[in-house]
């Protein structure tokens, strides 16, 4: 709920502190003055003054996204990112007691960091997405989440050094603003598809494969801002896939705006009832440069 996170929120025009506006929390306000209203889900859409330029993933995407991740296909990027999650507090020395603040940038329907917060005591967690939809389900997957509809490219609706952990899965990095909001030993925890991710489904779906040096890409992006802290780890597995599963997969993602649905649905059609597929990732580490102030 927004209650358990309203000591990290701030107003995304000017970074002033945010509250309740009213015993019932049905409207946040800055110490500014500006108010921004709680939908009757429990979401709370925090823009600056030109508003959102994406609409992100569609209830449809993420209906898919549900449908796959609940078949259980994805539980080693869960059990890994929550993982690297837990390490990265040890690492920070958050204790339990002291509430550890995990944010999600691109949190979709909240599998990831709902999971997290279950296993991590005391732990609550701010679940951003630019996606209506997605901050639905966001605000009632977990009693511990408070769903903020944002853009990651824009200021973050987040005060200064409050951030033990952010996550980024599958998701935009805005890494000067991650520096901004993670505390002095705070990381960022990112999850990045790899060469090879669902290889064996690109060319009888025609879907574009993940591109060489994405990692490496996203380390130079993010220097200034962030440094890495030790290296990469690659995550990989293979899933054993029926058409259902295939299409859910495809569904929630890119591709799923790139092929016209009855051209998908031929494709998938002319696949074996089952495949094996395999899922790869990296898991990185970043910390805030200590160059900085
Ligand atoms: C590939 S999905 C990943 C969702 C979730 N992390 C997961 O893996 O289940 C990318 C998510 O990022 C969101 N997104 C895209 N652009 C965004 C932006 N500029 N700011 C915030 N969220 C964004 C989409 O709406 C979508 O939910």
Redesign the pocket.
């Known amino acids: 709920m927004l209650s358990d996170v309203i000591d990290l929120l701030a107003d995304p025009v000017d970074g002033t502190p945010l509250r309740a506006g009213d015993a019932a929390w049905k409207t946040l306000v800055s110490e500014s003055g500006h108010n921004y209203d709680v939908a009757r889900q429990g979401y709370v859409t925090l823009a600056g003054g030109a508003g959102l330029r994406?609409s992100?993933?569609d209830a449809e995407m993420i209906q898919a996204?549900e449908t796959f991740?609940s078949g259980g296909h994805f539980a080693p990027f869960v059990e890994a990112i929550t993982d690297h999650v837990g390490q990265a507090l040890d690492d920070a020395g958050v204790a339990d007691d002291a509430h550890p603040s995990i944010v999600?940038?691109?949190?979709?329907?909240g599998?990831?960091l709902s999971h997290t917060l279950d296993s991590i005591e005391n732990s609550r967690g701010v679940g951003?997405?630019?996606?209506v939809p997605?901050a639905k389900r966001l605000a009632s997957c977990h009693p511990n989440i408070g769903a903020v509809v944002?853009?990651?490219?824009s200021r973050l609706p987040l005060r200064d050094g409050v951030v033990d952990a952010v996550t980024v899965?599958?998701?935009?990095r805005n890494a000067a603003e991650f520096a901004r909001v993670l505390s002095t030993e705070g990381q960022v925890i990112v999850l990045t598809a790899d060469a090879g991710h669902l290889a064996e489904l690109r060319e009888p779906l025609g879907i574009i494969d993940v591109e060489e040096g994405k990692v490496e890409r996203m380390i130079a992006q993010a220097s200034g801002h962030l440094v890495p802290v030790g290296d990469p780890e690659s995550v990989e597995f293979q899933m054993n896939l029926d058409q259902a599963s295939i299409a859910a997969q495809i569904g929630m993602?890119p591709s799923a705006r790139h092929i016209h649905p009855t051209v998908l649905a031929e494709r998938i059609a002319a696949l074996p009832e089952t495949m094996t597929v395999t899922a790869r990732a990296a898991i990185t580490r970043l910390r805030r440069d200590p160059h900085l102030s």
């Open positions: 994406y992100g993933d996204r991740l999600e940038i691109g949190a979709g329907t599998y990831y951003i997405d630019v996606s997605a944002a853009d990651a490219w899965i599958f998701a935009p993602s």
